[in-house]
């Protein structure tokens, strides 16, 4: 089955200064990335995802990068503030079966 | 969005007694749900795909008879913790996915469990 590697498990930056959350995962079939962000206590909210036919995508200050030769996607968030600290979580799967979750970033944005 | 209603948010119970959990769409059918668990400062584990009218289907290391899944109609599945015991304490998530689609799914806002 599908496995999710993500790093680093916490992040720590200035604001203003961009962070990047990287994952590996090993299921070539997969072809749907999604990033959620999870405030404490909170659902997860989806901020942006990825199909595999796309290399890369961009929201505003929040984008993602697929790279399926190496089987690995990346989120970047660039001109941080502190309302972006939270912990986040990417996710790969593939159609309409289940959603595999990596281990998760806890990311503090310090004033 | 599609809407994910669960409930309760949160619930304490006692030791050896069993707890009921929700999960409905709102605004959609959802032929397949999903139930995930996540422990304080760790990921969503899939617990199981809960399928309409017929049996859920468990992953690895799930107990199938001390967690058990309804899914009794489109729009919600339950979750019955029986005879729950402290280390069952913990925030349980369900999620379901539009009919047809492939990607997003929506999230309940998950059910805090602590068991004395």
């Known amino acids: 089955g599908e496995n999710v590697e993500q790093h680093p498990s916490t992040l720590s930056v200035q604001e203003g200064d961009s962070a990047v959350i990287k994952c590996t995962y090993s299921?070539?079939?997969?072809?749907?990335f999604p990033w959620y962000k999870q405030e404490l206590g909170k659902r997860p909210q989806l901020i942006i995802d990825?199909?595999?036919?796309?290399g890369e995508k961009k929201d505003q200050r929040i984008a993602v990068t697929l790279n399926k030769t190496a089987k690995h996607f990346s989120l970047h968030i660039t001109e941080t503030q502190p309302e972006d600290s939270a912990v986040y979580f990417c996710?790969?799967?593939?159609?309409?079966?289940?959603?595999?979750f990596g281990q998760g970033t806890r990311l503090t944005i310090n004033p | 969005g599609a809407v994910v209603s669960q409930h309760p948010s949160w619930v304490i119970c006692k030791s050896g007694t069993s707890v009921k959990i929700e999960c409905r769409s709102l605004?959609?059918?959802?032929?397949?749900m999903f139930w995930y668990r996540q422990f304080p400062k760790q990921s969503l584990m899939l617990m199981a795909t809960?399928?309409?009218?017929?049996?859920?289907?468990?992953e690895q290391g799930v107990e199938k008879d001390k967690f058990l899944i309804n899914h009794a109609s489109l729009t919600l599945s339950t979750l019955t913790v029986t005879s729950a015991h402290p280390e069952d304490s913990s925030f349980y998530i369900c999620?379901?996915?539009?009919?047809?689609?492939?990607?997003?799914?929506?999230f309940g806002e998950g059910s805090r469990l602590t068991v004395l």
């Open positions: 990825i199909r595999s036919n796309v």
């Open positions: 809960s399928n309409e009218g017929s049996k859920a289907t468990y």
């Open positions: 996710a790969a799967t593939q159609g309409a079966q289940k959603l595999v």
């Open positions: 299921d070539s079939a997969s072809n749907y």
């Open positions: 999620s379901a996915r539009l009919e047809g689609a492939s990607g997003e799914l929506f």
């Open positions: 605004d959609f059918q959802a032929t397949t």
